[in-house]
C-alpha cells in the first residue's frame, strides 16, 4: 500500500444541507466514518456538473469543518464562492443531492504539541479552514488570536459559532467596508513584536501568504500555509499543481500542492520564483 | 459471462488486458494506487523520463476546457538514475506490467536512456515520445519531422537490441501522419501509440495574455477523441500488421472499443484518470462486456472491425 493519498477515499456522499452565506453557500455533506480522518487543512475533490458534463476535472475545496457526530452522522463543512461554473453548480446542489467525492486529501495543519500563542490570518473565505483549526488549537489550551481580511466586507466569512474559538479577531479591509481599513498583514509585524506568536497558520491569496512569509522569515515564527495552485486530478497525477520548494539537499523542487500540500512550511517556498520557469 | 480472451500483445510484450495507463497520467503509480490495483490493468504507461531531473513549465499548468483541458508540464520529472532506482522497483513490486517512456532533447539523449533502461529488468515495452507538445522549442518535436522522427528510433533500435518492443509515439499535428508512422516503423519501431495531446491555447480574458505559463498547452480528453480514431483508423489502414496503443480522450469502455474497432491493439487512459481515479478499471470491465455482448471470443477479432467491408 502507498503513503500517498493512505486516507483517501472515492464515495458517493450526500448534500445534507446547503445555504447562502453572504456571499459565499455552507454546504454540509454526509460522509460517514471517513469525517474522523479529516484534518483542518485537507481538502477534497468533488466531479460537478453530472455525468454527461463537458466539465471533465474534479474541483478542489478545503474542509472547513467536521462533525464526527451530528445527527446525520459524520458531516464535513465546505465554503464555496460560486466562481467559475463547476462552483456555481456546485452551490446549486441542495438537500439530498448525491455527489462523487475524493476525502480526505493533502497535508493538514501542525498542532502544537505545548498550548502555545498562535495567529491565525485568513484572507476571503480562506478564513473558512481556519475557524476549524481554531476549535482544534482552543482545545488545546493556544491562546488563538486571528486576523482576517478582504478587499471588501461582503467577502469576509466570520460565521458566529466559529467565533467562539478564538481569543481575539480583528477584521481589515481594503474599502474600509467592515473593520478596519488597509491589508490583513499590516498589523502582522506590530503583533508579532508585542506577543510571543509561535505559530501563524495561513490560507488565503498566494500574495498574502508571500507577505505573511516576507515578515516572518529569519524570526522565530513558523509559518504554515494552505496553498492554492489550479490543480486537475488533486490525487498527484497531473502535475499541474505544482510550486517551486527549497529542498534540504539545497534545490529547488517543484513539489505538488495536492499531496506535498496544501499546508507548507511558509520559509521553504521559494514564493517570487511562484508562476516563473526554476 | 462466457470466456473471453482479453489478452493483447504490443510487438514480443504480452498482456493480459489491453488497458494502459496514459503517460503522464499516473506519476510514479504510488498516486494511484490507493484507488486500483495496478496488477489488474494491462500495464502502466510510465510518465516520459528524461536523461537528467527536469523542473517543468511554470505555473499555470492547467486550463479546464469543454470536454477537456490543456496542460503544459514540461515534462516534470526525477531523471532516469532515479527513476530506475525508486520508481521500477515500486512497480515491479506492486507487479504491474512496465512500459517505461522516454523523452530527450536530442537524438543521442534517447539513445542514451535506451542505454541506461537495456540492463533493467522488469520492463515489458518502451515508449519512445517524440512528440511531447511542451517543450521550449517547437522544433524540439521530432515527430513534426520525419526525418528526426526515424534518427531517434533508428538510435533507440541499435542501442536497445532486438529483445525490448519500441512503441513510438506519434503527434497528431502533422499533415501526413502515416508517412511519419512509416518512416518510425521502418527505422525499427515494434508498434505506435497514438496520439500525443494537440497543441492548444487559452487566452485568459482577465490579464488578456494567454492562460497558461508556457503559452501553449496539450489538448486532451473527450475532446480530442473522434482525431485519435482517425489517427488510428488512418494508419491502421495503411499498416495494419503495426500494432497501435491509442490514447486521445478515451473514458468509457465504449470509447476504448471505438479505438480498438479502428486498429488499436491497447487503449491508454489518461484525463479521464484525473476526473476519476477508478476509470481504467471501469472502461476494462464495460469494454469486457462490450466485446462479449457482441459475440467475440477474442479481443484481437475486434482490432480494426471498422476496417472490414460492410458485407463481413
Known sequence: ?278 | MSALDFSTTLGNAWFPAPTFTASGCASSGRELAQFIDLSSIGGVVTKSIMNKARSGRPTPRMAETPSGMLNSIGLQGPGIESFIAKDIPYLIDQKARIIVSIAGETVEEYSVLARKLRAVSGISAIEVNISCPNVENRGLVFACDPEASRKVIDGVRRTIGGELPIIAKLSPDVTDLVSIARGVVDAGADALALINTVLGMVINLDTMRPHLGGKTGGLSGPAIRPIAVRAVYQVHAAMPQVPILAMGGVSTGRDALEMIAAGASGVSIGTASFGNPHAIIAIQDELKHLLVSKGFTSLRDAIGFAHRPESE
Not at chain 1, 483542518?40 to 471533465?56: K, L
Not at chain 1, 461554473?85 to 439530498?96: I, T, V
Not at chain 1, 488597509?182 to 508579532?192: E, H
Open chain 1, 1 to 278: 500500500m502507498s503513503l500517498i493519498n493512505k486516507n483517501a477515499t472515492n464515495v458517493r456522499a450526500l448534500v445534507v444541507s446547503n445555504k447562502r452565506v453572504g456571499q459565499y453557500f455552507q454546504l454540509i455533506i454526509s460522509i460517514g466514518d471517513l469525517a474522523e480522518n479529516c484534518k483542518p487543512g485537507n481538502f477534497v475533490a468533488i466531479n460537478v456538473g453530472g455525468d454527461s458534463s463537458r466539465m471533465v476535472l474534479r474541483r478542489a475545496f478545503a474542509i472547513s469543518r467536521v462533525s464526527t457526530n451530528s445527527l446525520n452522522g459524520g458531516t464535513m463543512e465546505l465554503i464555496v464562492a460560486p466562481h467559475g461554473q463547476g462552483s456555481k453548480w456546485l452551490c446549486n446542489q441542495g438537500e439530498g443531492a448525491e455527489l462523487d467525492v475524493i476525502v480526505p486529501l493533502g497535508t493538514a495543519f501542525g498542532i502544537p504539541t505545548e498550548p502555545v500563542h498562535v495567529l491565525l490570518v485568513g484572507g476571503g473565505y480562506g478564513s473558512a479552514p481556519l475557524f476549524g483549526l481554531a476549535e482544534l488549537l482552543n482545545a488545546k489550551g493556544c491562546r488563538v488570536d486571528m486576523l482576517l481580511g478582504a478587499s471588501t466586507g461582503s467577502k469576509i466569512y466570520a460565521p458566529m459559532e466559529g467565533k467562539r474559538a478564538v481569543n481575539s479577531l480583528r477584521i481589515y479591509t481594503e474599502d474600509s467596508s467592515m473593520g478596519q481599513g488597509g491589508r490583513v498583514t499590516d498589523p502582522i509585524p506590530q503583533v508579532i513584536a508585542d506577543s510571543e506568536i509561535a505559530v501563524i497558520y495561513s490560507c488565503g491569496p498566494m500574495a498574502m501568504l508571500s507577505a505573511i512569509d516576507s515578515i516572518t522569515r529569519g524570526t522565530d515564527v513558523v509559518h504554515q500555509c494552505a496553498v492554492e495552485e489550479s490543480m486537475a486530478c488533486g490525487i498527484g497525477i497531473c502535475m499541474t499543481c505544482v510550486i517551486p520548494v527549497m529542498q534540504p539537499e539545497g534545490n529547488i523542487a517543484m513539489l505538488r500542492t495536492c499531496i506535498d500540500g496544501p499546508v507548507m512550511d511558509g520559509s521553504v517556498v521559494e514564493w517570487d520564483k511562484v508562476g516563473k520557469a526554476l
